[in-house]
């Protein structure tokens, strides 16, 4: 089942259902990003066409598979950008909160881009580490097997031997089967590798997100997505990991950060 | 009048109203960072003496002045955390959307703090420029006269003479009047300075912010609050601001990142 598949709504003025699928899970519980991506598709479908720029989501409960309705609201329409939510819920409880904002940004009128970084310098993809589940162990989780992820050599210890002790975890990411990107797969992007922090000293387990905001710069890159998260201030219980995802030609496609619950 | 009496909200069980008092604008329109901590002192009001943890905002038409109404709607009261969103309109209109996670964590629990970075380092706030309101020209705002904010000197050059070309602001930060900080000052703290893309090449006009995001770590710190704000990527007309709140003691009170529009 494609990526689009899998993320496919059904509805219409406000109200959408989707299925959640098995097998896009860590330790059985679906991965943030794909229901993001699920819903801002759902959003997207009420917006004539506009991109989504910015995508931010609240997770209120784990949800593990099934049918889920998603309610949406347009909050404003405007000339250049409209922004609207929605809430899924799961046999009437609320599961997901998500904001967004569309745009039809008239980009030619915009020239003065100014970029400070760089883009990372990773091995090629085929010198990374493909990371797949294995049914012995609950890491890697099933979710690995639904895209193509390849772990920067030096980052990915945790899963393997020793961590590298610094909270950064880089790698590639693509959709399986040459399926094209699209904003709803960068949505994806942003949550789809292994926390930074489990390349630090916090245990390998579930690292709640409580929530996760999005920046598409880039609604539809093409090739590989270099992605980078790294998380700089665990305090009280709570991290942030921050994410930067660059395409393969050096241009920023997505920024991303999100609050977390520090593993148990 | 103090800044709790300027945000104060009357009302309950889901229904609050706020009269947005004049004089904490830029070019007439309200500082994006006080409505959004007068909301988040609406949903605080509903969360049986929660802290906020993470509060984002999302701007659909600018406030001047006025009487507005704020709906709360709890998505979910859970064991450790709260999470409510809330719309505040005037006179019908939807102005912002925002959205709050309050906490009630174990913090002992979790002895784990890992800080990456260390706290910049500024002259002291005697040896920074204070940055007042001039009622001969638009810049420095209005708004700045309703709280004490001292500019690093070597950044705020784009308002007195020639800009850094680098886009970072940095400085001090406190109520007038001895006022102690809580978890909606601090909100207001991090949409307090003027935009870092007025160090670089970009207009010093209007920079309408989309959205904010803000994760609070500490919502009651002492003393001066020393504010960092960078830019990194400007594309298409958008550009992203992140902040870092620190406390006099070198620990982290807030992180911020808002999505804007270019200034014109």
């Known amino acids: 089942m494609s990526f689009a598949d899998a993320t496919a709504v059904h509805g219409s003025d406000g109200h959408w259902k989707a299925d ?9 519980i679906t991965n943030g990003g794909f229901l993001l991506a699920t819903m801002t598709r759902a959003m997207s479908n009420e917006t004539d066409g506009r991109d989504p720029i910015s995508v931010t989501g609240h997770f209120l ?24 939510r929605s809430r899924m819920t799961l046999d009437g409880k609320p599961m997901v909160a998500a904001t ?9 009128k915009h020239p003065s881009d100014l970029i400070v970084p760089t883009a990372p310098v990773f091995p090629p993809p085929e010198d990374c ?27 990915l210890l945790g899963f ?10 880089r790698g590639w990411f693509r959709l399986l089967g040459g399926e094209a990107l699209d904003p709803f797969s960068v949505v994806l992007a ?16 579930w690292t709640p997100t409580i929530d996760l905001s999005i920046q598409i710069r880039n609604p539809r ?16 219980g709570l991290l942030e990991e921050d994410g930067e995802i660059w395409d393969e030609t050096g241009h920023i496609v997505a920024l991303s950060r999100q609050l977390a ?3 148990r």
């Open 129 to 155: 580490i493909s990371v797949k589940h294995d049914p012995e162990t609950p890491i890697p989780p099933p979710f690995t097997d639904r895209v193509d992820f390849r772990a920067h050599p030096e980052d």
């Open 221 to 236: 890159p093409a090739g590989w997505l270099q992605c980078q998260f790294t998380t700089r201030f665990v305090t009280g």
């Open 190 to 205: 942003t949550d789809a590798l292994p926390p930074a922090v489990f390349n630090s000293s916090f245990p390998l387990g």
């Open 20 to 28: 959640i699928p098995p097998g896009w899970d860590i330790f059985g």
């Open 261 to 263: 619950l520090v593993p």
């Open 61 to 84: 409960n784990p949800v593990s598979t099934g049918t889920v309705g998603i309610e949406v609201d347009t909050l404003k329409a405007g000339r250049t950008l409209s922004t609207l």
């Open 100 to 108: 967004a904002v569309f745009a039809d940004l008239d980009r030619p």
């Open 160 to 169: 393997v031997e020793e961590r590298t002790g610094s909270p950064i975890v």
